[in-house]
């Protein structure tokens, strides 16, 4: 007699296992400790087996009774259900091995552990995860056509990202260059798209022109809205002209403050090369002011609910912006290579200075401290002019002609 709901509601754990016969070989399990499974017996090939169709109540009658039909059907055309099942299930996770997510994941990971800093790794990772691996990410990396690449791409765009749509379509492109050096995938459908998409605008960070910085830096002094700590941060930027995250998660012990010099670890540099700053007296005395204010911690600019934890990314830019200053704290770089390049100092230690420029890791480790003396004469000279523009002084710039580099 098939079963009925009411029948499997009633049904209560005994002292040993038992089984509820409902009809053509399906039945329901009642488990000691009180679990209730579907399950079909039959036969293929001579051999009696049985099939697992769901637990009750997740799985209800009907819904049962559904899969013991299908089932049926398969044997009626000769295919062992069980077998089936398992072959789909290895198949199913072949896939997910293969499928863009799994090995985009794979891939940022290693970039993430032996070459970007953390700010970089979480950027690329996010960008990925918001646009691509919701429509792409279960696909078979083999599988994915250029078509549906730029399909995803062209919707960033129109949405107004062009910038981000660019970056993603390179890694993307990165990806599909593991995957074939791994052996899951032959093609690259980022390299197709390389013409299909608008060229991203170039960019550029908002800095303080040199009009401005008198100004600014008198500013610095009495800015109530933002906490002393900003305000030197802000100072220090301007004075190193570092890129922001780079001084953000700097640590006391990596200053060396009677050689005047200050050496950022390799894994907070873009291309993973430790970077030396010479210290100006005019810097060593800001950070000396700092110290005052957070030299007990490890961090110059410690959170406030997490000492061990930086300052926000935001902190700086939020502050410029409640100053008045429509620029962004990467713009201090931008600013300092203006001048110093109108003040005649050469291109050359400017950019070592910048750490712009050198992409082969082992040449930019060998030439980290390239034009040194000239970079310390040029960071005193930085830090003296910024001084005097703090204190209201007309200054006109040193022209040092003959410097720059032929």
């Given at each position: 007699?098939?079963?009925?709901?009411?029948?499997?509601?009633?049904?209560?754990?005994?002292?040993?296992t038992?089984?509820?016969s409902?009809?053509k070989?399906?039945?329901l399990?009642?488990t000691?400790?009180?679990?209730?499974y579907?399950?079909?017996?039959?036969?293929?090939?001579?051999?009696?087996?049985?099939?697992?169709?769901?637990?009750?109540?997740?799985?209800?009658?009907?819904?049962?009774?559904?899969?013991?039909?299908?089932?049926?059907?398969?044997?009626?055309?000769?295919?062992?259900?069980?077998?089936?099942?398992?072959?789909?299930?290895q198949?199913?996770?072949k896939?997910?091995?293969?499928?863009?997510?799994?090995?985009?994941?794979?891939w940022?990971?290693?970039?993430?552990?032996?070459?970007?800093?953390?700010?970089?790794?979480?950027?690329?990772?996010?960008?990925?995860?918001?646009?691509?691996?919701?429509?792409?990410?279960?696909?078979?990396?083999a599988?994915?056509?250029p078509?549906?690449?730029?399909?995803?791409?062209?919707?960033?765009?129109a949405?107004?990202?062009?910038?981000?749509?660019?970056?993603l379509?390179?890694?993307?492109g990165?990806?599909?260059?593991?995957?074939?050096?791994?052996?899951?995938?032959?093609?690259?459908?980022?390299a197709d798209?390389?013409?299909?998409l608008?060229?991203?605008?170039?960019?550029?960070?908002?800095?303080?022109?040199?009009d401005?910085l008198p100004?600014?830096?008198?500013?610095?002094?009495?800015?109530?809205?933002a906490?002393?700590?900003t305000?030197?941060?802000?100072?220090?930027?301007?004075?190193?002209?570092?890129?922001?995250?780079?001084?953000?998660?700097?640590?006391?012990?990596?200053?060396?403050?009677?050689?005047?010099?200050?050496?950022?670890?390799a894994?907070?540099?873009k291309?993973?090369?430790?970077?030396?700053?010479?210290?100006?007296?005019?810097t060593?005395?800001t950070?000396?002011?700092?110290?005052?204010?957070?030299?007990?911690?490890?961090?110059?600019?410690?959170?406030?609910s997490?000492?061990?934890?930086?300052i926000?990314?935001?902190?700086?830019?939020?502050?410029?912006h409640?100053?008045?200053?429509?620029v962004?704290?990467?713009?201090?770089?931008?600013?300092?290579?203006?001048?110093?390049?109108?003040m005649?100092?050469?291109?050359?230690?400017?950019?070592?200075?910048?750490?712009?420029?050198?992409?082969n890791?082992?040449?930019?480790?060998?030439?980290?401290?390239?034009?040194?003396?000239?970079?310390?004469?040029?960071?005193?000279?930085?830090?003296?002019?910024?001084?005097?523009?703090?204190?209201g002084q007309?200054?006109?710039?040193?022209r040092?002609?003959?410097?720059?580099a032929?």
């Amino acid at each position: 007699m098939p079963l009925t709901n009411t029948k499997i509601r009633a049904a209560k754990p005994a002292d040993k296992t038992y089984r509820l016969s409902d009809e053509k070989g399906m039945y329901l399990e009642v488990t000691k400790a009180g679990g209730r499974y579907w399950r079909m017996k039959y036969r293929h090939l001579g051999k009696e087996k049985r099939l697992a169709l769901g637990v009750y109540p997740e799985t209800s009658l009907a819904q049962a009774r559904a899969k013991r039909d299908e089932a049926r059907a398969q044997l009626a055309e000769g295919t062992d259900p069980g077998q089936a099942r398992k072959t789909a299930k290895q198949e199913q996770a072949k896939a997910s091995a293969n499928s863009f997510e799994t090995i985009a994941r794979e891939w940022h990971g290693i970039q993430a552990a032996g070459r970007w800093t953390e700010g970089h790794a979480t950027k690329t990772l996010q960008g990925l995860e918001k646009h691509i691996f919701p429509t792409l990410g279960h696909r078979p990396i083999a599988d994915i056509t250029p078509a549906e690449l730029l399909a995803v791409l062209k919707a960033m765009r129109a949405g107004g990202t062009i910038d981000r749509a660019n970056r993603l379509r390179q890694t993307c492109g990165e990806v599909f260059r593991y995957g074939i050096v791994t052996g899951r995938n032959e093609g690259n459908p980022a390299a197709d798209l390389v013409r299909a998409l608008q060229p991203s605008r170039q960019r550029h960070f908002a800095a303080l022109t040199k009009d401005q910085l008198p100004s600014f830096l008198q500013a610095l002094q009495k800015e109530h809205r933002a906490s002393p700590v900003t305000c030197l941060g802000l100072k220090l930027l301007a004075l190193t002209f570092v890129r922001p995250g780079e001084l953000r998660q700097a640590k006391w012990e990596e200053f060396d403050i009677e050689a005047g010099m200050w050496e950022v670890p390799a894994e907070r540099m873009k291309m993973r090369v430790s970077h030396l700053v010479p210290l100006s007296p005019e810097t060593l005395a800001t950070l000396e002011q700092l110290r005052e204010l957070t030299g007990n911690a490890d961090l110059l600019f410690p959170g406030r609910s997490n000492i061990r934890k930086p300052i926000s990314d935001n902190t700086w830019r939020q502050a410029l912006h409640s100053m008045g200053y429509k620029v962004t704290a990467h713009g201090f770089r931008a600013t300092a290579s203006t001048l110093l390049n109108e003040m005649g100092y050469r291109a050359d230690a400017i950019e070592r200075q910048l750490s712009h420029g050198e992409r082969n890791k082992v040449r930019a480790a060998y030439n980290r401290a390239e034009y040194l003396e000239e970079r310390r004469e040029m960071m005193n000279h930085w830090g003296a002019y910024l001084a005097a523009l703090e204190k209201g002084q007309k200054v006109v710039p040193i022209r040092r002609h003959g410097r720059k580099a032929s």
